[in-house]
């Protein structure tokens, strides 16, 4: 089992910026695909960006590219993701996510991943 716990997440002016984290326990996720994903209300949950357990593959949702960077460090067993020049549609909450990563391709989809966060409230006033 790996537990997931999010933090840095706040309410911040449009064109700022967060770090949020990601902690995790239980195992180490040097073998586990890492991702962030949103939820707002009313609305499904949307694939924000994601890592694979090698950190050589790295994905992003078209409107956070260039804005957004995910990043691991296996030995602190954390992953981040930085969020420069925020919108107001970046509000919502953001959780971490992780699935086995060997032998297993890196995707979007959030129905494959097995472990997450409970996530932390990003909010970006316009």
């Known amino acids: 089992q790996v537990q997931l716990v999010e933090s840095g997440g706040g309410l911040v002016q449009a064109g700022g910026s967060l770090r949020l984290s990601c902690a995790a326990s239980?195992?180490?996720?040097?073998?586990?695909?890492m991702g962030w994903f949103r939820q707002t209300p009313g609305k499904e949950r949307e694939f924000v960006a994601a890592i694979s357990w090698t950190g050589n593959r790295i994905y992003y949702e078209d409107s956070v590219l260039g804005r957004f960077t995910i990043s691991r460090d296996n030995a602190k067993n954390m992953v981040y993701l930085q969020m420069n020049s925020l919108k107001a549609e970046d509000t919502a909450v953001y959780y971490c996510?992780?699935?086995?990563?060997?032998?297993?391709?890196?995707?979007?989809?959030?129905?494959?991943?097995?472990?997450w966060g409970q996530g932390t409230q990003v909010t970006v006033s316009s």
């Open positions: 239980g195992r180490t996720i040097s073998s586990y695909h």
């Open positions: 996510a992780a699935y086995y990563g060997p032998r297993r391709e890196l995707v979007r989809d959030g129905k494959s991943f097995d472990y």
